[in-house]
């Protein structure tokens, strides 16, 4: 099982409604004993409300100051800004991390948006249960 803090849930829908309508991006990193610690809103690169690509020059910053810390990726991180929290095909065919899990944030219901986390690769998508503590 996999618990998110719910200071960095927060942070999330925060950084999710703040890019409404486009959707937003973020990575997520945790510490050694594989516990999430942090939230990094990152820039959506496409700036449209269907697709979201990270930064590439705030990607490698945000990943050297994961290094600097001993963090490790733990989760891509984007919204959906009307749809569920469901992977789509492009977002099965852009996975380029099997080993980090894909956290969707939905806000087709801004009052009560849904995150889920999933593993892709290859296209294959499993859900993973995540609670929110």
């Known amino acids: 099982m996999n618990e998110l803090d719910g200071i960095l849930f927060k942070e999330m829908v925060e950084h999710g409604l703040a890019g409404f309508p486009n959707e937003a991006c973020g990575l997520v990193a945790a510490n050694g004993e594989g516990r999430a610690v942090r939230f990094f809103p990152m820039r959506n690169a496409d700036a449209s409300p269907v697709t ?35 992977p789509s095909e492009t977002d099965r065919r852009q996975a380029f991390y099997p080993e980090a899990r894909y956290m969707i944030m939905s806000l087709a219901d801004r009052e009560n948006p849904v995150l889920r986390a999933f593993r892709i690769s290859d296209g294959d998508f499993a859900e993973e249960e995540l609670t929110i503590g």
């Open 52 to 86: 979201y690509r990270l930064d590439a020059r705030e990607q490698l910053k945000v990943f050297g100051e994961m290094d600097e810390r001993g963090l490790e990726l733990w989760a891509i991180f984007h919204t959906h800004t009307h749809s569920e929290a469901y």
